[in-house]
């Protein structure tokens, strides 16, 4: 089976489904008592969703290079790795680097999105479903991401 592969089928679904009940429940806690959310403010769609872009790129950057070494050293995918190669500081600032620019990426967008639609606002079971939905589908890729990006380690 092929790092990609191994991503594919049984890391990235893992990570989807994680994401998408811790999300849903971080939202449904924080709002259940709200009418409606804005997009700036506080609450709002940016205080839900920039801490989850930064620590889901993060998070699942590092775990899934983690991942992809775990299933390299067991000989599950990809070629072997030799034991004792240094891989965490690597996988840290990887997933440091692409959370502090995914969170950056979508400060631009949010801000952009009000500028062109002022006052928008989304009940609380829509932020629900947006950011459990969308913490499923990044976590999915970035954790494949991460898988594949562990062939780099021992290079």
């Known amino acids: 089976m092929t790092l990609w592969q191994y991503g594919l089928r049984i890391t990235g679904p893992l990570d989807a489904l994680i994401n998408l009940a811790l999300n849903g429940t971080i939202v449904w806690y924080f709002a259940r008592g709200d009418v409606a959310i804005p997009l700036l403010g506080s609450p709002s769609v940016e205080a839900f969703l920039t801490p989850m872009f930064f620590l889901l790129f993060t998070l699942a950057t590092f775990f899934g290079i983690r991942n992809g070494v775990t299933a390299r050293r067991k000989g599950w995918a990809g070629e072997p790795l030799v034991p004792g190669v240094r891989w965490a500081r690597w996988a840290w600032r990887r997933g440091l680097l ?3 620019l995914a969170a950056a990426v979508f400060q631009v967008a949010i801000r ?3 500028h062109a ?7 609380p079971r829509t932020m629900i479903v947006l950011q459990a939905g969308l913490s499923a589908l990044l976590g999915y ?4 991401a991460g898988v594949v990006a562990s062939r780099r380690v021992g290079r």
Do not use: E, R, T
Request: aromatic content about 0%.
């Open 141 to 144: 890729g970035v954790q494949v």
């Open 98 to 100: 692409l959370g502090l």
């Open 112 to 114: 952009l999105i009000n």
């Open 117 to 123: 639609v002022p006052q928008v606002q989304v009940s």
